[in-house]
């Protein structure tokens, strides 16, 4: 079992930057990758970005790609999303979510991944 806390969200302008953390406690952080989500309102959620157990391995979706940085520090139990040049298309509430996997280390499909976030959401002005 693991919790996850988000924090991080607000409002911002166009072209500003905000980084969301992810606190973990429960289990074992470096046992679980990690993936960020976003979801608007009656869409489902879609992964933004995804890391691996130890941070060796990353990936991102094209929309993001150059702006957005995940990243994770095993002895602080935490994962971060640094994001910027945000645009209001990156308007959303941003989820973090654990997986505990042996065979992959990220999935687009959120029903891989076994622990949420409450969320916390970002909100981008033009």
């Known amino acids: 079992q693991v919790q996850l806390v988000e924090s991080g969200g607000g409002l911002v302008q166009a072209g500003d930057s905000l980084r969301l953390s992810c606190a973990a406690s429960g289990r074992t952080f470096s046992t679980f990758s990690f993936g960020w989500f976003r979801q608007t309102p009656g869409k489902e959620r879609d992964l933004v970005a995804a890391?691996?157990?130890?941070?060796?391995?990353?990936y991102y979706v094209d929309s993001v790609k150059g702006r957005f940085t995940i990243s994770r520090d095993n002895t602080k139990d935490t994962m971060y999303l640094q994001m910027n040049s945000l645009n209001p298309e990156d308007t959303a509430v941003y989820y973090c979510?654990?997986?505990?996997?042996?065979?992959?280390?990220?999935?687009?499909?959120?029903?891989?991944?076994?622990?949420w976030g409450q969320g916390t959401q970002v909100t981008v002005s033009s």
């Open positions: 979510a654990a997986m505990d996997s042996r065979t992959m280390w990220y999935s687009e499909s959120a029903r891989f991944y076994d622990y």
């Open positions: 890391i691996n157990r130890h941070g060796g391995a990353t």
